[in-house]
């Protein structure tokens, strides 16, 4: 009897734990379908403001339509122009500038074609500047080099040493080197030939034994270069504040003709030809 009596209990717990559940289920429902119908009604509202808007868009496109096309009319009729001539002058405005638009890329891409040639010109003219900045460089190396190379030889006064060139190409090296100036000149016998600020003459030249005599005119005084050999530095004073001049002879062309190189200081006063 006893077994009996508790199996109905047991059923009365079973149902109350389904119905609980039941229960939930149908809350939770409940409060879904209400947050469902929530948003239904915002989204709702939401479109019904938007048809709204748009509606009122609607209006104001069709006002303003009709009020273009009443302005069209207006300004067709001041102009004279039907509809049909006033599309086709809208037509040709519009390819006109759609002809501008092309012209101006076309114009865009020939200056971009052109700053690009420009910058290729620009790098190849700084190549070149480089290649000119090297060979300069080399020539000052040379130029140098063959200037140590050249004679120093020592003048007939005092104890004072120059550089002097035995010819054209050592010549044009000393000119180069720009210290001092010279000037070439080529005498005849018994002629006096003004050389730079001061004046020669060739007295003797002897051919086999390579020497000459000559005469110096400077600041109204006469200097004789007596039987002096070729290649040697004739020195004397010239000028207000007296400066060392100097005169080589290179070549003994024949026995009433030698020629060669008068050297003065750059602060020596300039021939008045040259001023």
């Known amino acids: 009897m006893s077994e009996l009596d508790d199996t109905p209990r047991t059923y009365s717990g079973a149902l109350l734990v389904v119905i609980a559940i039941a229960l ?58 039907t509809q049909k001539q006033m599309d086709a002058r809208a037509q040709a405005i519009i390819q006109h500038e759609k002809a501008e638009s092309a012209r101006l890329e076309n114009a865009q891409k020939q200056t971009a074609q ?7 010109e620009v790098s190849n003219v700084k190549t070149d500047v480089g290649g000119v900045k090297t060979d300069v460089a080399k020539t000052q190396s040379d130029l140098a080099g063959a200037i140590s190379q050249l004679q120093s030889i020592k003048g ?19 000119k180069h080197r720009g210290d001092r100036n010279y000037y070439e000149f080529t005498l005849i016998k018994g002629q006096k030939k003004p050389v730079g600020t001061v004046s020669l003459e060739l007295r003797k030249a002897d051919v086999k034994k390579s020497r000459f005599t000559i005469m110096v005119y400077a600041d109204d005084r006469r200097y004789e270069k007596k039987d002096r050999n070729v290649d040697e530095p004739l020195q004397f004073y010239s000028g207000k504040q007296p400066a060392l001049y100097e005169i080589v002879v290179n070549t003994i062309n024949s026995k009433k003709e030698v020629s060669g190189y008068l050297s003065t200081p750059k602060t020596a006063p300039a021939p008045p030809s040259a001023q």
Do not use: C, F, P
Not at 114 to 120: F, T
């Open 156 to 174: 007939d006064l005092s104890d004072h040493s120059s550089l002097i060139a035995r010819n054209r190409g050592e010549l044009e090296l000393l």
């Open 114 to 120: 052109q700053v690009s040639a420009v910058s290729n």
């Open 24 to 81: 939930l289920s149908a809350v939770g429902g409940l409060i879904w379908t209400y947050t469902i119908s929530g948003r239904l009604a915002h989204q709702e509202t939401a479109l019904v403001d938007s048809n709204q808007q748009n509606a009122k868009m609607a209006a104001e496109l069709r006002e303003t339509n009709a009020r273009l096309s009443v302005a069209t009319e207006e300004l067709g009729r001041s102009l004279g122009l």
